[in-house]
């Protein structure tokens, strides 16, 4: 297993939580829980494989499936829905925040495996780490996060260029990407914690997401 597939896992892992906890918090039954967690674990990776013309990947391999099931049924073992709000809400940011990294490394392997320019490699990168948490949100009536708060989106677009150049300067190597992965969840914490984002039409205060389970 190289580095990319243990990354690849953490991202299935902390985005099947982060849609664990969403579902909770609309009060969703067990099925509902469950698709909510899937589609925001593979969601983002099956829309980036349609763009490149290819059979989604959890169609044809269980690596995937096996990790969210895994991660949900330890999720209810330890009863992480039960949490007091403040550790719920740290609960979902540190793992979107970690699904978010990884996929965004992901998405711009597979550009550079597919010898595409920057803007494709970044795309798809793009595409992998916030197409799952669209999803997500849609699924259960909430505004994307992307589209309304933090540097989310733009901090996919700085791993994959990140990726992009160091593919190009042949520096990308398990140490490197893991440091790329590194920063990037350091990133997203660090400007949530700070409450800083794009300018916008309405107020970027700490701890306003609408996602973050009550």
Do not use: C, E
């Amino acid at each position: 297993m190289n580095t990319t597939d243990i990354i690849n896992i953490i991202g299935t892992a902390a985005f099947a939580i982060s849609g664990y906890l969403v579902g909770f918090r609309k009060r969703l039954d067990i099925l509902g829980v469950v698709i909510v967690a899937l589609l925001t674990a593979v969601g983002g990776g099956m829309i980036r494989d349609v763009l490149v013309g290819q059979i989604p990947q959890v169609f044809t391999h269980n690596t995937a499936l096996i990790v969210i099931f895994i991660t949900l049924f330890t999720a209810w073992l330890l009863r992480l829905h039960t949490r007091q709000r403040r550790a719920l809400a740290t609960l979902f940011i540190v793992a979107d925040a970690i699904g978010l990294a990884a996929f965004s490394i992901t998405g711009a392997q597979v550009g550079l495996g597919l010898d595409l320019n920057v803007f494709g490699v970044i795309t798809l990168g793009f595409v992998t780490a916030v197409g799952g948490g669209i999803v997500r949100d849609m699924l259960v009536n909430d505004v994307p996060i992307i589209l309304r708060k933090d540097f989310y989106g733009s901090i996919a677009i700085l791993i994959g260029a990140g990726l992009y150049l160091l593919d190009r300067l042949g520096w990308a190597n398990a140490f490197t990407l893991n440091l790329l992965f590194g920063l990037g969840l350091a990133t997203r914490l660090l400007v949530h914690r700070w409450g800083l984002g794009l300018p916008g039409f309405q107020n970027h205060g700490h701890g306003t997401d609408s996602n973050i389970p009550d």
